[in-house]
Structure formats: C-alpha cells, structure tokens
C-alpha cells in the first residue's frame, strides 16, 4: 500500500483514469475484459486509477464485486496507485474500505451515501468513521447529497491523517475557492464534473490543478493532449479541442440521463473492448447514437 502522504503528492497534478467496469453476458463482473482494457490504458501515462467510481457504476456494484474489481486492477496496474470507489451506509462504507485495503487498494473515494438528506454533522461523521477504519488514503467526493463545507474539511483533515483530498463534483466554485484556500497543500484537489474537461478551466481558476478523465478510457491519446495543455495554460489549444471534441460528446452524452457512463462505456467497446452493457437503472445508446460516438471517435484520432 502506498503510503496516504505518498498518494496525495502522485495524485496532485497528474490525470486520473477513471475505468469503466466491464459485465458478461450473464451481468456478472467480467475480469479479463477488464484487465484487457487497463493493460491498454497502461501504456499512456497517468497518475493513478480510480477503479469501480462513478463512470466504473459503483452505485451498481455490489461490496464483493467491488473487492474484485480492486483485486483484477492490482494484477495489473505495475506501480501505478489503485484508488477505489467506496460508498452507501457508514457500516457498509467502513466494510468495504477495510475489504479494499485488504485487497491491495491504495486508497478511496468515498462516494455519497445516496437517497436520503444528511445534516452537516452526520456527513462528517460517516467521513471520520471511514478514515478511522481504514489505513488507507482517503478521498472525499463532494456531491449530491454529501456535501461538505471548508469549515468541515478543515476540521476532518486535523482529526484524520489518512484523509488526502477533496474532489468535487457539485460545480459549486464559491465552496471550491474556500475550501483550496483554507487547507491549501494539505490535500490535493480533484476536478470531478462530468466530462470534467468542459470545466477544467474554470476549476483551476478556483485552485483545482487536475481533474479524472471519463474520456481517457476510450480516447486516452485526446485525453491527455488537453491535459497537457490545460497544465500548460495553453487556452487556445484547449479551447479548440472543447470545439471539436468535448462539446460534441457531450451533444450525445445530454440525450438522456446516464449517458455520461452509457457514453463512455461505447466508447471502450467502439475500440474493441469487451465492455458489455450498462447496468439498469442506466440504459445503452441506441444503434444511431452508437454511430455518432464512432464517428466523433474517428475524428479525435
């Protein structure tokens, strides 16, 4: 396990992957598609992988699938850290965090806790309950119902070593300014909007230097030419790449709810990975909107 003070400085600046998760035709987690897809990936630099998140369908995951999903990144990944989705009830979160580790996991992004609302006090609560039990790196993902202030971070972060970084994806600029202010290098800060490139800009600006990639999975050689040139503050590069290629995915990836995963993952199987379907509650793209990703994919290469 890389050590969370370690972890924190890897994944300061660089890009992250986010993979998606790979089913058979049974819907059960298929292991070797999937480390098929991360050996591809491997071979582009990045700083780590963040296995069974948001785009790898944790919310459709069971703990045990998830230990898997962990144990197949490992065999895998060489040196490169292993960060894994963690999330549901503070019990089960605690679980799986520990289940993780053991597994070879680096650390986690603590997802939301998903349907019900949450005062402040208990959603920092359920975040010191996972850092106390695991070892591990701890990074928290700022979204839907679990929102933290930077009054709580602040105070999370002195209770909690292992607590690394702060991702957000709430697009709430005024909450991200006062958090990177108020704890500056103490953690490091992840961009996590959907299709996050189309706000990477905007975040730097608020102290948020990297963001995940959903992306990369499927296009990593366009992926990383804007990272490249986001980390260089060449705007104007960026700026054309948004034209040409992040505003017409995200033309597809707005036709329906979900699709910001359903998107990605045609992307894998459009070049050539056994990804299989999503998982209901999420739906697949139609025939015609399987044509526009091929068709945006063979404009990016």
């Known amino acids: 396990m890389i050590a969370p003070t370690e972890l924190r400085e890897i994944i300061r600046n660089g890009l992250l992957s986010f993979p998606v998760t790979p089913f058979d035709a049974e819907d059960r987690f298929a292991p070797r598609p999937f480390s ?42 060489g040196d490169a850290p292993v960060i894994a989705g963690c999330g549901y009830g503070t019990r089960i979160a605690c679980d799986m965090a520990r289940e993780i580790e053991a597994a070879g996991g680096d650390g986690i992004l603590l997802l939301p806790h998903y349907l019900t609302e949450a005062p402040a006090d208990g959603i920092a609560a359920r975040v010191r309950a996972v850092c106390k039990a695991t070892n591990m790196g701890v990074i928290v993902y700022n979204r839907g119902q679990a929102r933290v202030s930077a009054e709580q971070l602040a105070q999370l972060a002195d209770e909690c070593p292992n607590l690394i970084g702060f991702k957000d994806g709430t697009g709430d600029i005024d909450t991200v300014r006062r958090v990177t202010i108020a704890l500056g290098d103490r953690l490091s800060y992840i961009g996590g909007m959907p299709t996050h490139e189309l706000f990477a800009q905007a975040y730097r600006g608020a102290g948020m230097p990297t963001y995940s990639s959903a992306v990369f999975n499927f296009v990593p050689e366009t992926a990383l030419k804007f990272h490249r040139a986001f980390l260089a503050g060449d705007d104007a590069a960026c700026e054309q790449m948004l034209r040409d290629f992040y505003y017409p995915f995200a033309r597809i990836r707005d036709r329906k709810a979900g699709y910001a995963v359903s998107a990605v993952k045609a992307g894998v199987r459009l070049r050539g990975f056994e990804a299989g379907p999503v998982r209901a509650p999420l739906t697949d793209l139609t025939d015609e909107e399987v044509e526009m990703m091929r068709e945006l994919i063979a404009s990016a290469r």
């Open 36 to 77: 098929a897809h991360l050996e591809w990936l491997s071979s582009y630099p990045v700083a780590g992988l963040i296995v069974a998140g948001g785009t790898g369908e944790l919310f459709s995951l069971t703990p045990g699938e998830v230990v898997e999903v962990v144990k197949a990144a490992r065999a895998v990944s």
